[in-house]
């Protein structure tokens, strides 16, 4: 039997004010809700933080991983396993994708790879607005004509009706978790798998009430 990995991402801006800020004040400022914080990437500390992981991350054997569209989990992954010695297949996987709950949640995706992370496998990535799957019970009307950016502002206006709450359901979140892994167990049994993801995301599929260390290895072991 392989081994699932689920890493991290390493943290940004909005992560470390959340970290030291309460639920209220944080969205009192408007902080989650600035639109050029839309998918923020990671910050310094957090780039000095994933570097910091690499010789730690090199030293697993893992033939293969699965990345969130997201740019703070692409990002990650690109320091993480750049020159592994396993040279592992990097795929992105929309599923991955956060719970849809602050700005940084909020995809730039437009339906193109980034070109940074355009050597990662982006074939599984749908050529569409991909923050709107995940809200379709708050948003029902058909958006997907207007433009990328036009999308997005129907959702951080609809963020700003709402908060402090998610504008996806933990249902959804822990139902398309379980999807990812009901397909990666029968992968699992030949290959050492890692997932590089987010926090909201990867405690509902493990059910951790503690968030997974950035950058740091979790070992999930599948039940029988």
């Known amino acids: 039997m392989g081994k699932l990995w689920l890493i991290r991402h390493a943290p940004t801006l909005i992560n470390q004010v959340s970290e030291m800020l309460s639920q209220d004040i944080r969205f009192n400022t408007n902080v989650l809700l600035n639109p050029d914080y839309c998918d923020m990437e ?19 054997q893992i033939s293969k991983i699965y990345v969130s569209p997201l740019r703070r989990a692409l990002q990650t992954c690109e320091i993480l396993f750049k020159n592994h010695p396993d040279k592992p297949k990097i795929v992105v996987d929309h599923e991955l994708h956060e719970r849809v709950y602050s700005i940084q949640d909020i995809s730039l995706y437009e339906g193109e790879p980034f070109k940074e992370f355009a050597h990662f496998d982006w074939s599984k990535v749908p050529k569409k607005f991909l923050t709107i799957e995940f809200v379709k019970h708050i948003i029902q009307e058909d958006i997907s004509k207007l433009t990328y950016k036009q999308q997005r502002e129907t959702i951080i206006g609809k963020m700003h009706e709402l908060c402090p709450f998610s504008l996806e359901e933990g249902k959804n979140v822990r139902e398309r978790g379980q999807k990812v892994l009901t397909r990666l167990a029968n992968e699992c049994e030949k290959k050492n798998i890692a997932l590089v993801g987010h926090s909201a995301f990867f405690n509902k599929i493990t059910g951790l009430q503690e968030k997974i260390p950035y950058c740091f290895p979790y070992l999930f072991r599948f039940s029988k």
């Open 42 to 60: 990671i910050s310094l500390k957090g780039k000095q933080l994933a570097l910091d992981s690499v010789c730690h991350i090199h030293s697993l």
